[in-house]
């Protein structure tokens, strides 16, 4: 069984997978080239720190009230309209944003992209977790995060660039790349993407999806990782590096830099594990390794230990953001898209908490109390992923497998994403390795 499942690993990933890891390349380089010069641009209306911070806030707050609403739209409509929806509306966002007048205008288009964003993340991901068998989940999550990791990489070198041109000119790179990802997401993902029959694939109620503890995990890590991540790293490490360490920051964006690399060479593997051996063990030890490598950072004595311990934390969130999401599948079936909305808001609700209580924490106590409670939520995470079934991959006793499975049906229309379960008397289906269009 280890052997096959070794040569399930091997297989191809779907075309839809292979689009959205495009996508995702491109909604990062974007998104990389913009934030740097977001509060700059914001600071040149006049307005205090306070305004500045609101600027990006707006954008996680009005992802959070909006996630609620997706899984209803992607029902009614189906991921592809909604995915292509949404970026196109952050694109239209982020095109008037550079050329608003004011700090109020700023302030709403910011608003009205986060809605967008929303939208976006949603569907993909359902997308993503619909297009695959459960035994390539986690290999397809690390290649559609690796698409994000790649283009963040890129896209604040080319920031800089036009930066130097004009300080508006990131907001309208940003508005082209996403009108390219809408395309490429319009052209390319399958009409039906996403409309799995219900004779192919079975309905999880949503409340049974949240009284199982595979679910419960993958909230839990992606709190956590959203609160370390946004609240703890992003916020605290650059000021550390300056204060602390009393290097300049361009220290900072060489360290984060390193930690991104090692995250990118991570994911591939990362997917696979989670895919072979478990979703369990990837995330208790995912995020016990997080936990102990953020914990490490504010008593590094310099910068080369703390480039260490950043790419011990890359590390490990390469398994975080592949062994929650093939979770979230695994426990919500086919159409999941509100188990899918709610488990991106969890990180939405770290995102905007992680900086608040971390900051107050850094200032009235120490920066080892608040890099302490990061991780003391990671292993809470950990802790809680220990009742996940021993075999999360494994599905019910009385799952039946589809009768059969043709070329066509692959991708987004794939049925059976619960047909992994040992099947001796029969070979596995020739129609789960995917489609021509694929990536290795």
């Not at 297989?11 to 740097?36: K, N, Q, S, T």
């Not at 049925?415 to 129609?431: A, D, S, T, V």
Request: aromatic share 8%.
């Amino acid at each position: 069984m280890a052997v096959g499942s070794w040569m399930r690993s091997r297989v191809p990933l779907p075309r839809d997978v292979v689009v959205l890891g495009l996508i995702a390349f491109c909604v990062a380089v974007g998104f990389g080239v913009l934030i740097p010069v977001l509060p700059v641009f914001a600071r040149s209306f006049g307005v205090g720190n306070l305004e500045v911070g609101a600027v990006v806030s707006v954008f996680a707050l009005m992802r959070l009230l909006s996630s609620s609403f997706c899984g209803r739209l992607i029902t009614a409509a189906g991921e592809r309209v909604v995915l292509t929806t949404g970026i196109f509306i952050v694109a239209l966002s982020s095109g008037l944003a550079g050329i608003a007048g004011s700090y109020a205008q700023l302030l709403v288009l910011r608003g009205i992209g986060g809605i967008g964003s929303a939208m976006f993340t949603v569907s993909a991901l359902t997308l993503l977790l619909n297009s695959v068998p459960a035994e390539m989940r986690g290999r397809a999550s690390g290649f559609f995060q690796g698409g994000f990791l790649i283009g963040g990489m890129a896209g604040p070198a080319v920031g800089g660039l036009l930066a130097a041109i004009s300080l508006t000119a990131p907001f309208f790179f940003y508005a082209a790349t996403l009108a390219v990802a809408g395309a490429v997401g319009l052209v390319l993902l399958h009409r039906g993407a996403g409309r799995i029959r219900p004779s192919e694939e079975t309905v999880v109620p949503f409340r049974q999806v949240l009284r199982d503890p595979r679910y419960q995990a993958a909230c839990l890590s992606n709190l956590a990782q959203g609160w370390t991540s946004f609240g703890v790293r992003s916020s605290l490490v650059p000021v550390f590096v300056v204060e602390v360490l009393d290097r300049p920051t361009s220290w900072t964006g060489a360290a984060f830099a390193c930690a991104a690399v090692a995250q990118t060479i991570a994911v591939g593997p990362a997917g696979r594990f989670v895919d072979l051996v478990g979703r369990k063990p990837a995330i208790v030890g995912g995020s016990a390794l997080a936990a102990v490598s953020i914990f490490a950072v504010p008593f590094v004595p310099g910068i080369g230990l703390l480039i260490v311990a950043l790419c011990a934390y890359g590390v490990a969130s390469a398994f975080l953001g592949t062994a929650p999401a093939a979770s979230v599948g695994d426990a919500a079936g086919g159409r999941g898209g509100t188990a899918v909305a709610v488990f991106s808001m969890c990180s939405d609700v770290g995102a905007i908490l992680g900086p608040l209580v971390a900051g107050v924490l850094a200032d009235q106590m120490s920066y080892p109390v608040a890099f302490g409670v990061g991780a003391a939520l990671l292993l809470v995470a950990s802790a809680n992923a220990l009742r996940m079934p021993p075999d999360s991959l494994r599905p019910p006793a009385d799952a039946a497998a589809p009768a059969d499975v043709t070329q066509e049906q692959q991708g987004p229309d794939l049925g059976g994403l619960e047909q992994h379960g040992p099947q001796p008397k029969e070979p596995r289906q020739k129609g789960s390795s995917g489609e021509s269009t694929t990536v290795e």
